[in-house]
Nanobody
Framework: QMQLVESGGGLVQPGGSLRLSCTAS????????MGWYRQVPGSQRDLVAA???????DYVDSVEGRFTISRDNARNTVYLQMNSLKPEDTAVFYC??????????????????WGQGTQVTVSS
């Protein structure tokens, strides 16, 4: 089972940018659709961006046009470039196998172990 380590979060002003990284262990990363999940206190962890093994990307409406998910299979790493950040983006971000629905697309993966996540705080 892949072990996942997220990094890149921090405190940023509204309108700013951050790039999150998530590195996976093992040699199966390239075969999975991967996703970034967002969790605010008291709420469930929601899939907000996904990238398939074939590099097709998908986003929830609230981040479409501002966030970009990408992957580097040689590095076992998935990225989330976040631009034009808003205070409502404040959350802990996690990566994992893409599981769940974005719009009309269903990602049927099975979640692996969660990493520790990375905190993103958007505030002036």
């Amino acid at each position: 089972q892949m072990q996942l380590v997220e990094s890149g979060g921090g405190l940023v002003q509204p309108g700013g940018s951050l790039r999150l990284s998530c590195t996976a262990s093992g040699n199966t990363f390239r075969y999975y659709a991967m996703g970034w999940y967002r969790q605010v206190p008291g709420s469930q962890r929601d899939l907000v961006a996904a990238i398939t093994a074939g590099d097709t990307t998908d986003y929830v409406d609230s981040v479409e046009g501002r966030f970009t998910i990408s992957r580097d299979n040689a590095r076992n790493t998935v990225y989330l470039q976040m631009n034009s950040l808003k205070p409502e983006d404040t959350a802990v971000f996690y990566c994992n196998i893409a599981t769940g629905r974005i719009g009309s697309t269903w990602y049927p993966g099975t979640l692996g172990s969660w990493g520790q996540g990375t905190q993103v705080t958007v505030s002036s």
